[in-house]
């Protein structure tokens, strides 16, 4: 047993050595020589959609901040393969845009014309567990609409929803139940296929909470289905990046292949040490604003509170694979969908590819592929693995429609943890005012997918009507 002599004496040197390891701390922001150290207004850390469209707006207004991105480009989920034989790009990560303004006017400001996406998609569906064909008409086109209507009008009832994760209070049982229990009780079955398809990586989807759902499934993305999506007149997705990436360049504003080792996050003003191709940079900034998911694989250096810790534990990420391949044997006006008619609505099970969709080159699929909502990772080497069995089954299941060949990667990406959310006791529980609780602490901002959606027509209003306001006020 110990003794109140112990006790005392354990009182005393816990709060030393923590004193001690701070004060080893700050000696390792100290002697940088001036070229190595950076100061800006704010410091950014990720620079994919959200964090380019930060820097970009704060430039705007006059403000100076530095983007901190660990990869050698500027996009994050925005990915574009150019095919070298007929120079035609193809885009398999960020396909298409919400037609708004807002969107119209950011690439507007770049010189970037955009063009209604026009699909011209001859479909089949498949259940690649099989092989074989499955119905591609649940549902009739009448049904269909009818359905968005009246999910329309029942959304609407939550319109802060289309800003940001502000739930009312109480939260309503409808916002937490699943999206298969809340189809089934408004008579929405017929929008669970369209689902499927505008919403990929999600996770298992009919047991999502609703509020997951309408993160990306809420009224803006109605707007825009009825009016269509936008997408860049060369169909290259990444020349919006490519072009914000230049004029960062050129305003020392971007730190690329960089990463922060260290951080100091005090109310008075942050600071960073970062390892960059050049050796380590010290950044001292007024405020700091995180964009990339606050996951534990990805904030090891970030110096998280409890609270922080406590709040991102909470978070369940699913995984999201995209990819083109060559010589799948489809024909190449044909895309395929996955479709499991042993589950309902043919919702294909994860993990598992949602669709081979057509490009523009001749030869060329963008596969998609998506897991379950999980705390397990899910290495490279298996997702192609899988995706490469599965295309062979398609092949040899149907003969007569598919060539038999050996299909190969020419591009790959893995877009995981990627859609970090939260389970339905969670929410209820107040998760999602938790999380917004801490934009401000210790001069630091969130933003990015985690905190609205994988859209970026919505990351977008989110940082210009919500975060950025917050970030700029008094500085």
Same mark, same amino acid.
């Given at each position: 047993m110990s003794s109140p002599f112990m006790l005392l004496l354990l009182i005393a040197i816990i709060p030393l050595a923590i004193a001690l390891r701070n004060t080893d701390r700050d000696k390792s922001f100290a002697g940088f020589k001036d070229s190595d150290t950076i100061k800006r207004d704010v410091a950014i850390i990720g620079g994919g959609s959200s964090g380019t469209h930060a820097a970009i707006s704060l430039k705007d207004n006059g403000f100076t901040s530095i983007v901190v991105e660990k990869k050698k480009r500027l996009g994050g989920h925005t990915k574009t393969y150019v095919d070298p034989s007929s120079g035609t790009p193809v885009d398999y990560g960020v396909v298409i845009f919400h037609n708004e303004e807002r969107v119209r006017s950011y690439f507007a400001r770049f010189g970037i014309g955009l063009t209604q996406n026009i699909s011209t998609l001859h479909s089949r569906t498949f259940d690649f567990k099989t092989g074989k064909a499955v119905s591609d008409n649940l549902f009739t086109p009448e049904q269909v609409a009818a359905a968005l209507q009246k999910y329309s009008e029942i959304i609407s009832q939550w319109p802060n929803l289309d800003r940001g994760l502000f739930l009312p209070k109480p939260i309503p049982a409808d916002l937490t139940m699943s999206l298969g229990s809340f189809a089934n009780k408004y008579g929405l079955e017929a929008l669970i296929p369209m689902f499927s398809q505008l919403n990929p990586g999600l996770g298992d989807l009919l047991s999502v909470p609703m509020v997951e759902n309408l993160r990306v499934g809420g009224l803006s993305l109605l707007r825009s289905l009825s009016v269509g999506f936008l997408t860049t007149e060369t169909h290259a997705n990444s020349q919006l990046y490519e072009k914000a990436e230049a004029e960062l360049i050129a305003d020392q504003s971007v730190l690329l292949g960089s990463e922060v080792i260290l951080a100091r996050r005090r109310d008075e003003g942050v600071k960073l040490i970062v390892a960059t191709p050049d050796g380590k940079k010290l950044i001292l900034a007024k405020r700091l604003l995180v964009t990339i998911p606050p996951h534990q694989s990805m904030t090891e250096g970030l *110096?998280?509170?409890?609270?922080?810790?406590?709040? +991102?534990?909470? +978070?369940?990420n699913a995984g999201y694979f995209t990819s083109i391949v060559n010589n799948t044997g489809i024909p190449g !006006?044909?895309?395929? +969908? !996955?479709? *499991?008619?042993?589950m309902p609505f043919d919702v294909p099970q994860l993990p598992g590819i949602y669709s081979i969709q057509e490009t523009l080159v001749q030869g060329l699929h963008t596969v998609y592929y998506g897991t379950p909502r999980s705390h397990t990772p899910y290495d490279d080497a298996s997702v192609k693995g899988a995706i490469i069995r599965d295309i062979l089954k398609l092949q040899s299941s149907n003969p007569q429609n598919f060539a038999q060949t050996e299909p190969s990667f020419v591009a790959y990406s893995s877009h995981a943890p990627f859609y970090l959310q939260a389970s339905a006791t969670d929410i209820a529980g107040g998760f999602y005012e938790r999380l917004y609780a801490l934009q401000g602490e210790r001069s630091t901002y969130w933003t990015g997918a985690s905190w609205r959606a994988q859209d970026s027509s919505s990351l977008w209003y989110f940082n210009e009507k919500i975060v950025l306001p917050q970030l700029t006020s008094g500085l």
């Open positions: *110096d998280l509170s409890r609270r922080e810790a406590a709040v +991102f534990s909470k +978070f369940i !006006n044909l895309s395929v +969908f !996955n479709g *499991d008619p042993t």
